[in-house]
C-alpha cells in the first residue's frame, strides 16, 4: 500500500527555491549586461508558457535558464544543481514534514514522493534534508514520462498527498486516489485558474488542512489511511 507525497510546497516551502533561481540569474545577468529580475522573470514566464501545455520542459530549469541566456545573446550550459547544491542546506521544511513521512512508514505504508521536478534536482532535495530515510521511492516527470497527469504516475498509490489542485486534487481523483490537500485551497485554486485558465471550485479534495502539523494532529493521519481502500481503477 502506497502513500504519494508530493514534495515542493508541501514538505517544503516553494520559495525556498528562490536563492537558488536568483543566483543562477545572477549569474546570467552578469554576462548578459541586464538586471537579475529580468533574468529572472524571463524564466518565470517560460515556466508558466510551458506549464500550460503541460510539458516536461517546464520543469527542467537547466533548460529554462539556458534558453533565457541564449535569448540574451549568452552561449552558456547551465546546471542547476551546482547551484542547488550552494542553497540546499538552508531549505527549510515545513513544520511535521519529517514526521508526516515517518508516521506513514511507522504505519505500515509505502511513501513515495511523487512531485513534478525533474529527479535530477529533487534527489539532491529529498537526500539532504532527511527524506530519503523514510521515502522507498521517487516519482517524477522524466521518470515516468508525464507530469502527474496521468494515471501512471498514481499507480498503486492509495492517498495522495499535496497542495497543488491539480496535480494533487483532480488527477489523482480522477485516477481513484483519496486526496489530502494542504494549504490554502482558495489561493491555490487561484494559482490554478491564473495559469492554466482551469476553475476547479467545483471540487474539493477528500480531506483538506491548512498545514502539515494539522493533519497529524490527534488521529487524523491513521483514520484517513485506515478510511482508504486500494483504488479499483488502480489495482
Sequence with gaps: MLVLVDLDGTLI??????????DVSIYIA???GV???????????MNRSLLRSFSIKAFNWDYIFTEVARKLGVTVSIDINEFLIRHV?????YDGAIDLLRVIRDLGYGVIIATNGLYRYQLIVIRELGFSRYVDGIRTPDLIGCP????EFFRG???MVGDNPLFDVYYPSMCGLTTVFIGDWASRLGYVRDVWGLDLSGMRPTFSFRSIKELLDGDRLISILKASSRPHALA
Design 13 to 22: 516551502p516553494l520559495d525556498a527555491w528562490d536563492p537558488v533561481f536568483r
Design 30 to 32: 552578469e554576462r548578459a
Design 35 to 45: 538586471d537579475w529580475v529580468v533574468v529572472y522573470q524571463a524564466a518565470k514566464e
Design 89 to 93: 542546506r538552508e531549505f527549510k521544511p
Design 148 to 151: 502527474k497527469n496521468c494515471c
Design 157 to 159: 498509490g492509495l492517498v
